[in-house]
């Protein structure tokens, strides 16, 4: 017998009832790939479009005419390699953080782990990042760029990139259930976000004296492994072990907030 | 007996108003920067209890056993949909606890989670994951499915040029299609047409008598009646009742529905026409129904008992006219019609008795004229519009459909065969 009581319940994480509703989760995130390029002419090459049109641009301001230095890579495939992840983190975060408001009828007539609603919205990224990343493959030897084993570093970088995202993602949705001000503030913090993040500049440019401050924000680390994985650079160890304990302690936290704040869903939205 | 659905204390509180609540970030700030400690508290849900609440639910306690189908009825807000909900894991009790003994889906609305720009065969996956199905099971029975819809035509159209009846049909059919151990259902019998919902029924006994147990919430007194072992009545979050289902329907309509009282003082009525003796003291309507009250069920018995007082000894003759609410007579009964009616000499008192073994009137509000005389043609006393009685639902085909207002002003239950024709008689000119 199952058995439900009121009051409080240890904020545990159902793994068995998890697993029980896979299938749920391919199909939300199936749902949300389908639906997004409805009724749009350009339908997937949106993903493409996105990520190639910024890249263009900042080659153009911050490459060209800023002189923004690019470790010694064509410029264009540096951003381009950290836009990439980013455009992901950055959608999934969004996606992810208006996903229970946007899903609030499911919340309110159907029972099933809530983490899945969120958790389909990151997924759901993964297509776009796949799509764009193919044109990152096209790209590369257009620059003379080598394709090395360390790209393959970018399965794992992935991973910790959804990770870090569904970390966000999961705190937002939960926060944007009681307090809708998330709408505004995201699409705001994400701009700045990536600002404060190597994504159109290296993190050799930062002086050495203030570099732990940049890697406090677990998307430095990522972005910059993503770097080395693409451009067959070195690793730099320290600053993805940083990111790698970061993220997994704020999928935790985060994780443990959701799953506080989760029983009254339903009330709330 | 083998309990499936245990239930114990059961309470759920709802807030009202925003006495508690910040929807905005900024106002929870502004609080916060006011009053730190109480506020922090207050998010962090430790605050006392708030004055302003509703309890939508309140020391509930029951218990179901397995293959079970239950009614659950009630006035809107009575907590119906609350109790189906904390069921259904969708909300959490704020006092007691309930156990399940197995698998649950609940069916709160038809067509959860469906989305217009996806095709019917989309959806279908898509509404089934939602409701707990497997995919390999969505699969196996998607054919079965797609035919109990009756949209065969359109699987792969998306779904905002389906119809609504056709939506509907597609969102029962792949609830239908659901096996848990316990279903809930809430009130989603009203869609569809009436072939449709007469399918859904069906579905459902299909379903109970598969040994599922079945949660039904429903306004539809005689679904209720047929489908139901029994019955659940809720009353301002509390369980008014438990029985089966006739008699806590019954209960139901009791509390709900009043016309007026039975019986009626006839001495002064302002109904009585002018130049009449007043012979006529009361008339009281007598049903089956426990409700009391001028409340008939369709197909109940009623009986019409009318008391006069005379100076002179008479020989009683009364007439009765049935009239609807818009004052046109359905049907007229006088026991001067009758051949062998015969009373053996005058009274100067007493009191006339009409039985009806049943009425075949439509639900509504109807009014009686009362026509009494002492000669077959000379009426002394009539009293237009004595009393009003309401005619209230009830299966009275056993089948859970009631009757429609529109086929008619009165329902019969006509007896029914098929002649089965032979092919011959049908005349095939070639047929030689």
């Given amino acids: 017998m199952l058995r439900v009581s009121a009051g409080r319940r240890p904020a545990t994480l159902e793994v068995r009832e998890l697993w029980a509703y896979r299938e749920l989760l391919y199909f939300l995130a199936w749902r949300d790939v389908k639906v997004r390029y409805k009724q749009t002419v350009l339908g997937a090459a949106w993903a493409i479009v996105q990520p190639v049109a910024t890249m263009v641009v900042f080659t153009l301001f911050f490459g060209k005419l800023a002189g923004i230095p690019a470790d010694g890579a064509p410029y264009p495939i540096f951003v381009y390699a950290g836009l990439l992840p980013w455009t992901f983190f950055a959608n999934a975060v969004t996606a992810s953080g208006d996903s229970l408001v946007a899903n609030s009828s499911l919340i309110t007539k159907v029972y099933f782990p809530r983490v899945l609603i969120p958790g389909a919205a990151v997924a759901a990224g993964l297509v776009d990042f796949a799509i764009s990343a193919a044109v990152l493959l096209i790209m590369m030897p257009l620059y003379a760029a080598p394709m090395t084993a360390r790209m393959l570093m970018a399965v794992p970088l992935l991973a910790l990139t959804a990770m870090a995202a569904l970390a966000f993602g999961m705190l937002i949705a939960a926060l944007n259930v009681r307090y809708r001000d998330a709408r505004y503030a995201v699409p705001f913090a994400i701009q700045l976000w990536m600002f404060l993040t190597p994504v159109i500049y290296p993190v050799s440019i930062v002086p050495s004296r ?27 160890l320290a600053g993805l072990a940083a990111a790698a304990v970061i993220t997994v302690l704020m999928l935790a936290w985060s994780g443990f907030v959701f799953r506080r704040m989760e029983r009254s869903f339903a009330d709330v939205v | 007996m083998n309990a499936i659905i245990r239930v114990s204390d059961l309470g759920k509180r709802y807030r009202i108003g925003n006495a508690e609540r910040h929807r905005t970030l900024r106002e929870a700030l502004a609080a916060m920067a006011k009053a730190p400690a109480r506020t922090m508290a207050r998010l962090c849900g430790a605050a006392g209890a708030p004055t302003d609440h509703i309890w939508a639910l309140r020391g509930l306690e029951f218990e179901l056993s397995q293959g079970e189908v239950v009614g659950i009825i009630g006035r809107n807000g009575a907590g119906k949909s609350t109790l189906l909900k904390i069921l259904s894991r969708i909300t959490e009790p704020t006092t007691g606890w309930f156990e399940l003994g197995g698998r649950v889906s609940s069916l709160l609305e038809v067509g959860t989670g469906f989305h217009s720009e996806l095709s019917g065969r989309e959806n279908i996956y898509l509404n089934g994951a939602i409701l707990g199905m497997r995919r390999r099971e969505i699969e196996r029975k998607f054919d079965e499915i797609v035919a109990f819809a009756e949209v065969e035509k359109f699987v792969d159209t998306p779904l905002k040029h389906y119809s609504s009846g056709m939506q509907a049909r597609l969102a029962f059919a792949v609830a239908a299609h659901l096996e848990p151990d316990i279903l809930v259902v809430d009130e989603v019998l009203a869609v569809g047409d009436l072939g449709f919902q007469k399918k859904c029924l069906g579905k459902m006994e299909d379903v109970s008598r598969q040994g599922r147990t079945v949660l039904f919430v429903s306004h539809n007194m005689a679904a209720i009646e047929s489908l139901c072992k029994s019955c659940l009545l809720l009353s301002e979050g509390r369980l008014a009742a438990r029985g089966t289902p006739a008699e806590v329907v019954h209960r139901y309509i009791a509390s709900e529905i009043r016309v007026d009282s039975a019986s009626r003082s006839l001495i002064n009525h302002s109904g009585r026409e002018v130049n009449c003796v007043a012979l006529m003291q009361s008339v009281e309507i007598g049903s089956a129904d426990p409700a009391g009250g001028a409340t008939v069920r369709m197909g109940a018995p009623v009986s019409v008992r009318v008391a006069f007082r005379s100076d002179e000894p008479l020989h009683p003759y009364l007439g009765v006219v049935v009239k609807t609410a818009q004052g046109q007579n359905v049907l007229t009964v006088n026991n001067d019609f009758l051949p062998n009616f015969r009373l053996d000499h005058p009274v100067r008192w007493g009191t006339v008795v009409c039985d009806f073994d049943w009425m075949p009137l439509m639900p509504g509000t109807y009014s009686l004229d009362l026509y009494l005389g002492t000669n077959p043609y000379q009426d002394i006393d009539i009293i237009h519009d004595a009393i009003s009685f ?43």
């Avoid at chain 2, 009830?394 to 024709?421: H, Q, S, Y």
């Fill in chain 2, 390 to 432: 309401e005619v209230v639902p009830a299966d009275v085909f056993g089948t859970g459909k009631l009757p429609e207002a529109a086929w008619g002003m009165i329902f019969w239950p006509a007896r029914w065969r098929l002649e089965e024709g032979e092919e011959r008689a049908a005349g095939h000119p070639n047929g030689g």
């Fill in chain 1, 210 to 236: 203030w570099r732990w401050m940049l890697f406090l924000n677990p998307m430095s680390g990522l972005i910059q492994g993503y770097r080395s994985a693409l451009l067959g650079r070195a690793f730099d």
